[in-house]
């Protein structure tokens, strides 16, 4: 009778993490469905990100301040470390993300930064002379032909604005794949908690400050939907992914609860649909299909 309770609080502990990395995954995919949404009002990429990360920083701030009486001082290669992390993970990942929804759909959107673990397997065989299986170089396949599709789909409809706004997103993927590779190792003695708390207040005064220099401060005086928006950008799809998927990898492990952000696409797709008008068509979904796929053969590879 014990052996079956145990079971049982067991599968309702996996179950309990498993919702929870599938509802962060949404979360963290509707930051771009809430972006489209701000940029009706015409706000630019510059003012969106300072809203956004003005928004969060409290939240941030507070929990590295607990996390610095708790864990003592850092020293000081550990705090250029994270001034780095924090400027080339999260300040211009999320730039060149915003920056590149300006011009291509949510869908796309979602779709090139879900290569983020591709590139982290290329950026290793390439300069840290990781070997490559034939099993991960077809999921790479399989992935980049699914974006193919979908980028060709979307060119047609948008134009060479499709090609910028890709190329941007693509970078966004790119230095965010940098900083996870970077931050392996520092996480080990940090823990993530700590890691990414600090590293979210770093890129919150890199966004504020490159406001302030780009833009004139009456840009802050904006509508009240923006202010709404952005409070939900900054609490709804930053704050909360960010911990919940910390919960789930602690419940789950990283490896089912990096499977369960494959929904993070298709929840895109359709509240593209839903919120703001965007068409469904049969190439995306192919193209969602075999990118899903791909990044689910990659995850399914024994380290």
Same mark, same amino acid.
């Given at each position: 009778?014990?052996?079956?309770?145990?079971?049982?609080?067991?599968?309702?502990?996996?179950?309990?993490?498993?919702?929870?990395?599938?509802?962060?995954?949404?979360?963290?995919?509707? &930051?771009?469905?809430?972006?489209?949404?701000?940029?009706?009002?015409?706000?630019?990429?510059?003012?969106?990100?300072?809203?956004?990360?003005?928004?969060?920083?409290?939240?941030?701030?507070?929990?590295?301040?607990?996390? =610095?009486?708790?864990?003592?001082?850092?020293?000081?290669?550990?705090?250029?470390?994270?001034? *780095?992390?924090?400027?080339?993970?999260?300040?211009?990942?999320?730039?060149?993300?915003?920056? @590149?929804?300006?011009?291509?759909?949510?869908?796309? +959107?979602?779709?090139?930064?879900?290569?983020?673990?591709?590139?982290?397997?290329?950026? !290793?065989?390439?300069?840290?002379?990781?070997?490559?299986?034939?099993? +991960?170089?077809?999921?790479?396949?399989?992935?980049?032909?699914?974006?193919?599709?979908?980028?060709?789909?979307?060119? &047609?409809?948008?134009?060479?604005?499709?090609?910028?706004?890709?190329?941007?997103?693509?970078?966004?993927?790119?230095?965010?794949?940098?900083?996870?590779?970077?931050?392996?190792?520092?996480?080990?003695?940090?823990? !993530?908690?700590?890691?990414?708390?600090?590293?979210?207040?770093?890129?919150? %005064?890199?966004?504020?400050?490159?406001?302030?220099?780009?833009?004139? %401060?009456? =840009?802050?005086?904006?509508?009240?939907?923006?202010?709404?928006? !952005?409070?939900?950008?900054?609490?709804?799809?930053?704050?909360?992914?960010?911990?919940?998927?910390?919960?789930?990898? &602690?419940?789950?492990? *990283?490896?089912? %609860?990096?499977?369960?952000?494959?929904? @993070?696409?298709?929840?895109?797709?359709?509240?593209? *649909?839903?919120?703001?008008? +965007?068409?469904?068509? !049969?190439?995306?979904?192919?193209?969602?299909?075999?990118? =899903?796929?791909?990044?689910?053969?990659?995850?399914?590879? &024994?380290?």
């Amino acid at each position: 009778m014990l052996t079956e309770q145990t079971k049982l609080l067991a599968r309702r502990h996996y179950l309990t993490g498993l919702a929870i990395a599938l509802v962060g995954a949404i979360l963290f995919s509707t &930051k771009a469905i809430v972006a489209k949404l701000i940029y009706r009002y015409n706000v630019d990429a510059v003012t969106l990100i300072c809203f956004r990360m003005a928004f969060s920083l409290p939240i941030f701030a507070a929990i590295a301040i607990w996390q =610095m009486h708790k864990s003592g001082s850092l020293s000081k290669a550990d705090r250029w470390r994270l001034v *780095a992390l924090g400027l080339v993970g999260y300040y211009l990942s999320s730039f060149l993300d915003f920056l @590149g929804l300006q011009y291509i759909s949510a869908g796309l +959107e979602r779709l090139i930064l879900f290569l983020t673990p591709s590139f982290v397997l290329l950026i !290793s065989a390439f300069f840290l002379k990781r070997a490559v299986s034939r099993l +991960e170089w077809a999921a790479l396949l399989v992935s980049y032909l699914g974006i193919v599709l979908v980028f060709f789909h979307d060119l &047609k409809l948008g134009g060479e604005y499709v090609l910028l706004g890709s190329a941007l997103v693509l970078g966004a993927a790119i230095s965010y794949a940098i900083y996870l590779i970077q931050s392996g190792q520092l996480v080990q003695r940090l823990g !993530s908690l700590r890691l990414v708390s600090y590293a979210m207040c770093v890129s919150s %005064a890199a966004c504020i400050g490159q406001f302030f220099i780009l833009r004139p %401060a009456s =840009m802050l005086v904006q509508p009240l939907a923006v202010y709404s928006l !952005s409070i939900v950008n900054a609490v709804m799809c930053t704050v909360l992914p960010v911990f919940m998927t910390m919960i789930a990898v &602690k419940r789950i492990g *990283a490896a089912t %609860a990096s499977q369960a952000g494959m929904i @993070g696409p298709v929840s895109t797709l359709f509240l593209g *649909a839903y919120f703001i008008g +965007e068409p469904i068509t !049969s190439w995306q979904l192919a193209g969602t299909i075999l990118v =899903m796929g791909g990044m689910y053969l990659l995850s399914r590879k &024994k380290t």
